[in-house]
Nanobody, 121 residues
Framework: QLELVESGGGLVQPGGSLRLSCAASGSSLDYYNIGWFRQIPGKEREFVGSISADGIWTSYADSVKGRFTISRDNAKNTVYLQMNSLKREDTAVYYC??????????????WGQGTQVTVSS
């Protein structure tokens, strides 16, 4: 059973950067596409971006394109979300998920517990 754990969230000032990690256990990430989502209380979970299992293909939501970068290190069984030029509206709980590649939550079978990112001065 694949288990995912996010880390790296925290408080950052507008314009700052954070790198989130999604570490896997129980199975190798080599065969899984990975997506990142985020959710603000009271709103639906929003697709942030995804990366293919081989790391060649990435996709991003328009709201983060050019600011966020997804990468992976399969040797470390970890996927990363580098977030630069953070804005207040990026404040959310961030989740990684395995199994899908597109923006629909239904494509993803495994989810982490989430990590809070707060962008505030």
């Amino acid at each position: 059973q694949l288990e995912l754990v996010e880390s790296g969230g925290g408080l950052v000032q507008p314009g700052g950067s954070l790198r989130l990690s999604c570490a896997a256990s129980g199975s190798s990430l080599d065969y899984y596409n990975i997506g990142w989502f985020r959710q603000i209380p009271g709103k639906e979970r929003e697709f942030v971006g995804s990366i293919s299992a081989d790391g060649i293909w990435t996709s991003y939501a328009d709201s983060v394109k050019g600011r966020f970068t997804i990468s992976r290190d399969n040797a470390k069984n970890t996927v990363y979300l580098q977030m630069n030029s953070l804005k207040r509206e990026d404040t959310a709980v961030y989740y990684c998920a395995a199994g899908g590649l597109g923006p629909s939550e239904k494509e993803y079978q495994y989810w982490g517990q989430g990590t809070q990112v707060t962008v505030s001065s």
